[in-house]
């Protein structure tokens, strides 16, 4: 079952300009000698320092108890639900969630849990859409037992979730028995595009997670907050699953570098992506959504070509991008500089050209 065509197929053109995704950033020469020089112990049994300042960290900066750093963001999800929910329980997220089509359904395989998709444009939903999706409990309704947003929301455009509507969200589950998840996968976009603390966009949210390797450029990992009582159970689900681990200080201080010196540099991301942005929509039928933080999506269809076509137009240029849902989804990161956001512009405009 292939992912999709190897994008580093040795019989293509290398690839010069990586906007396919946040993930593809290669850690820094300074986050390599920060988990060279890391000092380390058995993670499983809190033995690792490295880690055990990682948590610490990540708690503070979400304004939670504790912390637990997990080898990916999908376990971070996997683990959250499976510590909140039960056997039939009902999970409310919006329709495009990363936890409804991107986790292999690991929610229903793995807890026996039903996500209900919440419609809403630009991957949110409002006070109303979740107020109207809430069933008084009885016998016949399953539990719903927990919300989740994601922050910012992927598919949705990279959007940013405004902190009062999250604060209203967050005190209607409350008010009725249900539990509140910020799947964070780039939570840290959200807080230097709008200058809201991290710790004030998780304000009310019980289990909030940040991932490192996408747009922080870590090479593994992402941590959850929440109160002890959450991390220990996550611990438990994270013991199942097999993702505790050994010396991961390793990976941790490869975290702890991104906390210290890629969170402020986003904000290069940002202006990156509005200027990719712009400089689309000058293209004569370009529909491109306005980023908020680093993705930009858009829709070449009607200046003469798909998005697949134009995606595969660009690849012998050493452009790699893809679609995403319908729509080309291009990520700005670490690795990308406005020099190649203005050869992007201008290739993707002379293959329009030449269409
Ligand atoms: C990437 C992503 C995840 C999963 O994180 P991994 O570290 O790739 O497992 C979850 N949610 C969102 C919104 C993401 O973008």
Same mark, same amino acid.
């Given at each position: 079952?292939?992912?999709?065509?190897?994008?580093?197929?040795?019989?293509?053109?290398?690839?010069?300009?990586?906007?396919? *995704?946040?993930? %593809?950033t290669?850690?820094?020469?300074s986050?390599?000698?920060?988990? =060279?020089?890391?000092?380390?112990?058995?993670e499983?049994?809190?033995?690792?320092?490295?880690?055990?300042?990682?948590?610490?960290?990540?708690?503070?900066?979400?304004?939670?108890e =504790?912390?637990?750093?997990?080898?990916?963001? !999908?376990?971070?999800?996997?683990?959250?639900?499976?510590? $909140?929910?039960?056997?039939?329980?009902?999970?409310?997220?919006?329709?495009?969630a990363?936890?409804?089509?991107?986790?292999?359904?690991?929610?229903?395989?793995?807890?026996g849990? $039903?996500?209900?998709?919440?419609?809403?444009?630009?991957?949110q939903?409002?006070?109303?859409?979740?107020r #109207?999706?809430?069933?008084?409990p009885?016998r016949?309704?399953?539990? %719903?037992?927990?919300? *989740?947003?994601?922050?910012?929301?992927?598919?949705?455009?990279?959007?940013?979730?405004?902190?009062?509507?999250?604060?209203?969200?967050?005190?209607? /589950?409350?008010?009725?028995?249900?539990?509140?998840?910020?799947?964070?996968a780039r939570?840290?976009?959200?807080?230097?595009? !709008?200058?809201?603390?991290?710790?004030?966009?998780?304000?009310?949210?019980d289990?909030?997670?940040?991932?490192?390797?996408?747009?922080?450029?870590?090479?593994?990992?992402?941590?959850?907050?929440? *109160?002890? #009582?959450f991390?220990?159970?996550?611990?438990?689900?994270?013991?199942?699953?097999?993702?505790?681990?050994?010396?991961?200080?390793?990976?941790? /201080?490869?975290?702890?570098?991104?906390?210290?010196?890629?969170?402020?540099?986003l904000?290069?991301?940002?202006?990156?992506?509005?200027?990719?942005?712009?400089?689309?929509?000058?293209?004569?039928?370009?529909q491109? $959504? %306005?980023?908020?933080?680093?993705?930009?999506?858009?829709?070449? /269809?009607? *200046?003469g070509?798909?998005?697949?076509?134009?995606?595969? /137009?660009?690849?012998?240029?050493g452009?790699?991008?893809?679609?995403?849902?319908?729509?080309?989804?291009?990520?700005?990161?670490?690795?990308?500089?406005?020099?190649m956001i203005?050869?992007?512009?201008?290739?993707?405009?002379?293959?329009?050209?030449?269409?």
């Open positions: 079952m292939p992912y999709a065509p190897s994008p580093t197929d040795p019989k293509q053109t290398p690839i010069r300009i990586n906007l396919l *995704s946040d993930t %593809q290669r850690p820094t020469p986050m390599r000698d920060a988990m =060279a020089r890391a000092e380390v112990g058995d499983q049994i809190g033995d690792d320092p490295t880690v055990n300042l990682l948590c610490e960290r990540v708690a503070a900066l979400l304004g939670k =504790a912390a637990v750093f997990l080898p990916s963001g !999908t376990m971070c999800n996997v683990t959250a639900t499976l510590a $909140q929910c039960r056997p039939g329980d009902e999970i409310l997220a919006q329709a495009t990363h936890l409804i089509a991107r986790e292999g359904g690991a929610h229903a395989a793995l807890g849990f $039903q996500i209900i998709p919440l419609p809403g444009p630009d991957g939903f409002t006070l109303e859409t979740l #109207a999706a809430l069933r008084p009885t016949y309704q399953p539990p %719903q037992t927990l919300v *989740s947003v994601e922050q910012t929301a992927n598919i949705g455009g990279g959007t940013i979730w405004p902190r009062e509507l999250l604060i209203s969200i967050a005190e209607l /589950a409350h008010a009725n028995g249900i539990a509140t998840h910020m799947d964070g939570l840290m976009n959200a807080c230097v595009a !709008t200058g809201i603390s991290a710790r004030d966009m998780a304000t009310g949210w289990s909030v997670w940040i991932d490192f390797s996408k747009g922080l450029g870590a090479p593994i990992g992402a941590a959850m907050a929440g *109160s002890h #009582a991390i220990d159970q996550v611990w438990r689900w994270k013991q199942r699953l097999g993702g505790a681990m050994r010396q991961a200080g390793v990976c941790a /201080a490869a975290c702890v570098h991104a906390l210290d010196h890629h969170v402020e540099r904000a290069d991301d940002h202006a990156n992506a509005r200027a990719l942005a712009r400089g689309l929509a000058q293209i004569a039928g370009m491109v $959504q %306005q980023p908020e933080t680093n993705l930009v999506f858009f829709d070449p /269809a009607a *200046s070509m798909t998005g697949e076509k134009l995606v595969a /137009a660009l690849r012998p240029h452009i790699l991008l893809a679609t995403m849902d319908g729509r080309i989804r291009a990520c700005t990161h670490l690795d990308v500089t406005a020099p203005d050869e992007t512009i201008t290739l993707v405009r002379d293959i329009l050209r030449g269409a």
